[in-house]
Structures are given as C-alpha cells and as structure tokens.
C-alpha cells in the first residue's frame, strides 16, 4: 500500500466513487461517541433514551409472545408499507397531537431517519435548495449533504425559527432562481437547541410555506416527551397537503429496534414505498411484531410519562448545576425533550476546546455539528436524557473548569487553537448516534 506523503491516493477506487459521495463524512457527534462511553467520562454528548428505564419484563414478554405466535412470520420478509396492526398504533399514537390519518397513509421506515433519506432522495437534485431552521439536526445535515443540497439555516429564537427570516430567504433564493424542494422542522424541543416553536409561528410558517409552494418536512421525535405541558399541535393536524411528518419510537421507546414511520400525501407516499422496497425491500417484521404486541399489552402511555419524569428531573439538575458553575453562560431552557443550548463567551472556540475538555474527563457535542455552513464555534449542545442527576452535576462542574481556564487563556493570550488534534484523541466510533 502507498504511504499518504506519496502522492498516491490510500483509496484504489477513489477516482471512481459519484460525485455524492464526497458528501459522506463521519459526524462530530459519531466521532465522539468511543471517547464518551469511557466510564470516567461523563458524556453530556449523546442524545441516548435512557432505555434502562423500560419495563423489562413486558418487553421480554413481549419478545415471547411474538415469537409463540407469530415466529415464522415474524422472521420473514413484510411488506414494504410495514405492518397494518402496528400502522393502526401509530394512528392512535400521533391522535395525541391531533393529526388525523389512515392506516393506509402510513409508511413504516427502519428509523426515521431512513423516512428523511427517503424524502431527500425523492427531491433533491443537486444544488437544489433545503430550508432548515439554524441550527439543525446534524443527522439531517449528514443526508442533506450526501445529496448535494444546498442548506439555508433560517434564524432563530427562543420561540423557534423567525418567520420574517424564512421569508427573507425564500424571497432572496427564489430571485436568484435557485429551487427549494422542502423546509425542514423540528418543531418541538428541537435538536440541538431545545427550543419549541410557537403555535402562532407554526401558523405564520404554514401559510409561508403554501404562499411560495414550499414542501414543509415536520420532524417529530421529541413531540410526547414534555415535562409540564405539551408542545401546540403538529404542523401535520393542520395541513395535510402540504407537510410530511416524520415520527419515531426510537425516543419514547427504544432505538435499538430502529424502527420510525412517514405519514405523507398519498403521491409521495405511494413514491416513498417504492424507495424504501427499492432500498431495503421492507422494514423488520420482527421489531414491528415486537413493538405491536408491547402497544397492545402493556400501559405505553404511562412508559412515556415515566421517561417525562426522568428526563425532567435530569434537566433540572443540568440547569441547577449551570447556574451554581456557569452563572453567567447563556443557554435554552428546554420544556422537554434531552437538548439544552449553550453559547460560550466571546472569543471560545467549543470545537477547539473539545480536546481539552476530553482531558477533564467530560464531552459535549460542539455547535458545529449543527450546521452546514461551519457556524456555531460559540455554541455548545448539552445532553441530559442519558447520565443520572449526579453525573450530570459532576460533568457541568468539569465543563465550567474547561470554560474557565479557557477564558483565562483568552484574556492573556487572545483566542487561540488547540494543541492536541481532535483525531487524536477520538477513536473509530459505532455507525449511529444522534
């Protein structure tokens, strides 16, 4: 094999990849993960279901019953829509947010983040415009960014994204003939920055976006996990023609079946079975058994307003522990969901001060992930679903000695990079976090 410094490229095939595939890199919150899963680190990095919290032996019994009744079937291939008894589960599921659908208009997908592959793929040309709030989900970023779109971060506030800013840019973007294909939401305790939009926002942006004949994706995975009350309807219980809504139960229940659903207008979602059979023939048969039969057997409801109370507590302690460290740190101050949104002072570097807080035996994910034009070196994403109250106290403690010693440096020296290369200290990380 040729040596790097040879001129010659390590990859034989790298001149044969599609152009696409320049767009494929590892994300900084994936790049993290095998240095914060140390046990001495406290990982304030990963938004991770605390899963441990699940009802074990219902799931167990669960797994048994499918498999009693149901295991030939379970362990064959579906079909490419997913299964109808656990279709009419997410029906009831999302009459929680008032959206109105059949068991038809339903597509399940393996995650939802297949479902936003899928919707890309059927709608981006290179080049071609998305819309997305600013700052946004990194995995979005990631798909967006395999497709050759081009992203346009829309600015926000405390009460979501700024509709006299999507405005701005749709008007600019549609002058220099530029096409938008869709503006991508996460509408409720968004991530990263944990804010929720405003119900009079969702109104303004859905008349936006029907005024200008712009697609509206609606991300939604957070939407039941509120603390004190919950977030205003769905995008989707409003405008059926016009929103895709993408969901999951990889927050209220568990990721690892990697199992989420699409409910879109009935042309794409006709579109978008022939892309998932296309790209995996069909969703696994044997988690959407497992999870049909939990749904029909034990009190779904009451798991998720046990996971409310936990990560309630969780974010409470986060926020006690900032102001009695960080006092004079801005940050969001999320109604649910796992994300807080932390803006250093003036002249930090988050992703440079990364190494240095690796050192200190605590992680974050710096606010560059979050974005595709290289913003958000001032901004920090803090998790607090995952480590219990005393851990995360511990890591915010930690945290604010990086910060610290970081602002002494800066004072004395003026803003400065980080010696120790970030590569370094991350080893090869698992194919998801989010």
């Known amino acids: 094999m040729m040596s790097a410094g040879s001129g010659i490229s390590l990859d034989p095939w790298f001149d044969n990849y599609a152009a696409r595939a320049a767009g494929l890199s590892a994300s900084e919150v994936r790049a993290l993960f095998a240095v914060a899963s140390r046990p001495e680190v406290v990982s304030l990095a990963g938004g991770m279901p605390y899963v441990a919290a699940l009802p074990f032996d219902k799931v167990r019994s669960s797994v048994d019953t499918v498999l009693a009744e149901n295991g030939p079937a379970a362990l064959q291939y579906g079909s490419g829509q997913g299964l109808p008894t656990l279709r009419e589960h997410i029906r009831t599921i999302m009459a929680e947010e008032g959206i109105r659908a059949g068991v038809d208009d339903i597509v399940v997908t393996t995650g939802s983040q297949q479902g936003l592959d899928l919707v890309t793929k059927l ?36 009460h979501g994204m700024i509709p006299a800013a999507l405005t701005e840019r749709i008007e600019e973007l549609q002058a220099a003939g530029v096409p938008i294909k869709f503006l991508y939401l996460i509408p409720n305790f968004q991530n990263p920055a944990g804010v929720t939009l405003s119900a009079s926002r969702r109104v303004e942006i859905l008349d936006i976006a029907q005024a200008h004949g712009i697609l509206v994706v609606e991300d939604n995975p957070y939407g039941l996990l509120w603390f004190d009350s919950p ?140 974005f595709a034009n290289g913003e958000g070196q001032r901004n920090i994403r803090l998790a607090f679903c995952y480590p219990d109250a005393d851990f995360i106290t511990e890591g915010i403690r930690r945290l604010s000695r990086v910060i610290t010693a970081e602002r002494e440096l800066v004072d004395t020296f003026g803003p400065a990079t980080s010696e120790i290369p970030l590569a370094a200290n991350l080893e090869s990380p698992p194919p998801e976090v989010v």
Do not use: C, N
């Not at 415009?129 to 926000?156: N, T, W």
């Open 123 to 158: 709608f981006i040309d290179p080049g071609d415009a998305i819309l997305a709030e600013s700052p946004s989900y990194v995995g979005a970023m990631g798909v967006f960014r395999s497709y050759q779109a081009r992203v346009e971060h829309i600015d926000m506030d405390e």
């Open 231 to 370: 977030p205003p309807q769905a995008l989707r219980s409003v405008d059926e023609a016009g929103v895709i809504y993408l969901g999951s139960f990889s927050k209220t229940f568990a990721p690892g079946l990697r199992v989420g659903w699409v409910v879109a207008p009935h042309g794409i979602r006709e579109k978008l079975v022939l892309a998932s059979e296309a790209a995996i023939l069909s969703p696994s048969s044997f988690a959407q058994m497992i999870l049909a039969e939990y749904f029909s057997s034990h009190d779904w409801k009451g798991q998720i307003d046990t996971f409310r109370g936990i990560y309630r507590e969780r974010r409470d302690a986060m926020s006690a522990a900032l102001a009695t460290y960080l006092p004079d740190v801005t940050h969001t101050s999320p109604a649910g969901g796992f994300y807080l949104w932390l803006t250093l002072p003036e002249g930090l570097d988050s992703k440079e001060m990364l190494p240095r807080a690796i050192t200190e035996l605590v992680a974050y994910t710096p606010g560059t992930a979050f």
